[in-house]
């Protein structure tokens, strides 16, 4: 696949605000053009004051706590909106284990929902919040 090709697997639409944090000279470029170029805008950085539809957020082991990450990055989200972590892929250097994301997630109060191959070096996972058990309707 290529990139525009992922960043429709990604669910990125035009119109969509995207912020970006993690970023570094590693990160893919094809793959964060092609996800700006989809979504019509800039990617955003932690700079940013936005509510946003997406999160990117590249992340290598080393690059501290995954779970503070994760919950630094759920501030800027719409309520129905994914992280996408990306990683560098197994064999590459700051390779993050799966159980860490596995271990992470749902102590920074998210789902991992799917997981795939987003470029040459990087793996993408898909975090979601997880819903709320208090749905119930209150009539009065």
């Known amino acids: ?19 970006e944090a993690g970023v570094d000279q590693d990160c893919d470029a094809d793959l964060r053009e092609a996800i700006a170029r989809t979504s019509g805008s800039p990617l955003l950085d932690q700079e940013s004051d936005e509510v946003v539809d997406a999160v990117l957020l590249w992340f290598r082991d080393g690059d501290g706590d995954l779970v503070d990450e994760l919950v630094d990055a759920l501030t800027y989200l719409t309520e129905s909106g994914p992280i996408w972590l990306l990683t560098p892929k197994v064999g590459q250097d700051g390779h993050v284990e799966a159980a860490d994301i596995q271990d992470a997630a749902p102590t920074a109060g998210l789902t991992q929902t799917v997981s795939f191959l987003a470029s040459a070096n990087w793996s993408a996972t898909r975090l979601v919040a997880r819903k709320s058990n208090s749905t119930k309707s209150t009539k009065l």
Do not use: T, V
């Open 1 to 19: 696949m290529n990139a525009a090709e992922i960043a429709d697997r990604m669910g990125i639409a035009a119109g969509q605000l995207i912020l």
